[in-house]
């Protein structure tokens, strides 16, 4: 992990406002979902990526019933028989 070089304060309700030019190098729009993540003493910010509720991969979810599901792990549902 490497410093961006960009110091911003939190405001009264916790906010910081990410600069223009990081949220253009990472494709972040206004409105999308982004993931906090905690490691040791470090806060991490990561653009949301949806993961299978059953294997954890994050290629070819969709979202069914409110839950993501890969199209392996959806292939594997079908095929079982009750």
Do not use: W
């Not at 110091?7 to 309700?13: A, E, G, P």
């Not at 406002?17 to 990561?46: A, C, F, Q, T, W």
Request: net charge positive; glycine share 8%; with cysteine.
């Amino acid at each position: 992990m490497r410093p961006a070089g960009v110091v911003r304060k939190v405001d009264q309700l916790g906010r910081i406002v990410l600069p223009k030019s990081l949220r253009k190098r990472y494709r972040m729009n206004e409105g999308d979902p982004v993931e906090i993540l905690v490691s040791g003493d470090h806060i991490l910010l990561e653009r949301y990526r949806p993961k299978c509720v059953f294997c954890g991969d994050m290629n070819g979810v969709t979202e069914y019933r409110e839950k993501h599901i890969c199209t392996n792990c959806l292939r594997e549902m079908t095929q079982v028989r009750l």
